[in-house]
């Protein structure tokens, strides 16, 4: 790698952000396409979230990601939100523009729908409502791409319910109808459902095992888990013994990347098998 004068400059700001494979995502996408440019992991303090974004445009950074725990305080930080990133109540990808101000938008409901595409591209969002397993961070940016997709009916189920509750107050618009329910009711609520998404930590490499009898979902439907460490788990694991097409997390992780990569180095990326491997390999070796 030859870094110049010239070299375009982006990164991903988090606390601790060593776990992240942002940089080996986008550092894969320059170097298949042959552009001057690196992004690099920063280490960010939240108390110094606003000083080290407000530096982006003296630094001659394009912009960054963002992740745990900056993607709510960015809001109020940088003086542009796109409408989505406001009603999702999250920023994961900053954009220096030409007047040096920052604009913050979220991705992850674009990644989650492009992977979804990838994957079961004959899945109907008029076919049967979507279950979705709880209302952290990511299932508000869940909802609001199903939303957005035009699902008739989101049926949110999550340990605390209030978080649920709040989720289909803020994100219901009059295209989706989404509800919220109580956890002990998930068995049930897959009854006629034509996707079901795990949105929660359980099944990642050392949280519990997500407990859930899959008995009454229609074999037709899709079933999609976005955590990626472990991408096998139980969840696809006993879907696909049961016959459903199966949608792993890591489609969508490299999926979100996209729209800030193109803003920043001028190039649309390709999400492929290639880079597919080389992302993989970083989720192994840890
Ligand atoms: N593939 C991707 O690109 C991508 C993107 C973002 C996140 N993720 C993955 O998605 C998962 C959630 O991330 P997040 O940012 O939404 O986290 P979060 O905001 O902390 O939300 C965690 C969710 O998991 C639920 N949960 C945790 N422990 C539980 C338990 N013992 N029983 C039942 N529910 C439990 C929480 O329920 P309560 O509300 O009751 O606490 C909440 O709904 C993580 O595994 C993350 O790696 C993947």
């Known amino acids: 790698m030859r870094i110049t004068g010239r070299t375009r400059l982006a990164g991903i700001m988090g606390w601790p952000v060593s776990h992240s494979r942002s940089p080996a995502l986008h550092n894969f996408w320059l170097g298949e396409y042959g552009i001057d440019g ?10 110094q979230l606003r000083q080290a974004l407000r530096a982006l445009p003296a630094l001659g950074f394009r912009g960054c990601n963002l992740t745990i725990p900056h993607k709510e305080a960015a809001l109020s930080i940088v003086d542009r939100v796109d409408p989505l ?10 954009i220096v523009a030409p007047d040096g101000a920052l604009e913050g938008r979220n991705t992850d409901a674009f ?10 591209p004959d899945w109907d969002p008029a076919a049967g409502g979507a279950v979705v397993f709880g209302a952290g961070g990511a299932a508000r940016a869940v909802v609001a791409a199903l939303i957005e997709a035009r699902v008739p009916e989101i049926r949110l189920v999550n340990r605390t319910i209030g978080r649920a509750e709040i ?6 618009v009059p295209h ?3 509800s919220a329910h109580p956890w002990a009711a998930r068995d049930a609520l897959l009854d006629g459902a034509g996707l079901l998404v795990n949105t929660t930590s359980l099944g990642m490499t050392g949280a519990p095992e997500l407990e859930i009898d899959l008995s009454q979902l229609p074999t ?6 976005i955590v990626y460490v472990p991408l096998n788990t139980p969840l696809l694991v006993a879907a696909r013994q049961r016959g459903h097409r199966t949608v792993d997390g ?6 979100q990347g996209r729209p800030g990569f193109e803003a920043w180095f001028g190039t649309p990326a390709r999400v492929t098998r290639e ?5 993989l390999t970083t989720l192994v070796a840890r």
Do not use: K, Q, S, W
């Open 38 to 47: 690196v992004y690099v992991p920063l280490p960010v303090r939240p108390e």
């Open 85 to 94: 990133a406001r009603r999702i109540g999250a920023v994961n990808t900053v």
């Open 220 to 225: 037709d439907a899709v079933v999609v888990d």
């Open 275 to 279: 880079l597919r491997a080389a992302v």
């Open 111 to 120: 990644g989650f729908r492009e992977n979804l595409n990838d994957c079961a």
């Open 167 to 172: 989720l289909a107050r803020d994100l219901a």
């Open 176 to 178: 989706g109808r989404v």
């Open 250 to 255: 890591l489609g969508m992780l490299l999926h």
